[in-house]
Nanobody, 126 residues
């Protein structure tokens, strides 16, 4: 099992950057593929980014491609989401998620991630 705790959210102006962190408990972090999802008020949870076990492969939603970067540190048991050029439409609660085993073609399906953090609010003002 793995427990996830996100941090790094906040209220920022459009155009600036934020880095979210997700710290995982336990010594098996390297056996979990990781993802970031977000949910805005009144909207469904949506995929943002995912990273495989080794960190060698990453995937992004079209809406964040070129602006967000997912990375992981398997020594520190942490996954990051670097968010640059933030836009008001990026406003949401951001969730870190873990999936036992490596990614497959369904990496953007939130139902396949068995472990979730509590979420961190990101608000981008115009």
């Amino acid at each position: 099992q793995v427990q996830l705790v996100e941090s790094g959210g906040g209220l920022v102006q459009a155009g600036v950057s934020l880095r979210l962190s997700c710290a995982a408990s336990g010594r098996t972090f390297r056996f979990y593929a990781m993802g970031w999802f977000r949910q805005a008020p009144g909207k469904e949870r949506e995929f943002v980014a995912a990273i495989n076990l080794s960190g060698s492969s990453t995937y992004y939603a079209d809406s964040v491609k070129g602006r967000f970067t997912i990375s992981r540190d398997n020594i520190k048991n942490t996954v990051y989401l670097q968010m640059d050029s933030l836009k008001p439409e990026d406003t949401a609660v951001y969730y870190c998620a873990a999936k036992r085993g490596d990614l497959d073609r369904y990496y953007d399906n939130y139902a396949l991630y068995g472990y979730w953090g509590q979420g961190t609010q990101v608000t981008v003002s115009s």
